[in-house]
Nanobody, 117 residues
Framework: QVQLVESGGGLVQPGGFLRLSCAAS????????MGWYRQAPGKQRELVAS???????NYADSVKGRFTISRDNAKNTVYLQMNSLNPEDTAVYSC???????????WGHGTQVTVSS
């Protein structure tokens, strides 16, 4: 099992950038597929990006070319680099881990990202 803690959110102007981090406890982080999700007020939660155990990545169409997900297994951390942010990116961003063998899932509590001038 892992526990996840996000950081790096905040207020940024349109066109700006942020890097979110999701730190995992435990020593089996490398066995987890990791994903970043976001939920804006009044909207359903959506998958933003994911990265597998083998570091294959997948992105929502709305963030392709702007966001990059990566992982550092030595640091038990997954990152989301977000560039060219726009107000539509405003949301609570949460990370989720899913064990590649057992499908056990764990969620972080989320971090707020606000894009506004």
């Amino acid at each position: 099992q892992v526990q996840l803690v996000e950081s790096g959110g905040g207020l940024v102007q349109p066109g700006g950038f942020l890097r979110l981090s999701c730190a995992a406890s435990g020593n089996i982080f490398s066995m987890y597929t990791m994903g970043w999700y976001r939920q804006a007020p009044g909207k359903q939660r959506e998958l933003v990006a994911s990265i597998t155990v083998g570091s294959s990545t997948n992105y929502a169409d709305s963030v392709k070319g702007r966001f990059t997900i990566s992982r550092d297994n030595a640091k038990n951390t997954v990152y989301l680099q977000m560039n060219s942010l726009n107000p539509e990116d405003t949301a609570v961003y949460s990370c989720k881990g899913r064990h590649s063998a057992t499908s056990y899932e764990s969620w972080g509590h989320g971090t707020q990202v606000t894009v506004s001038s």
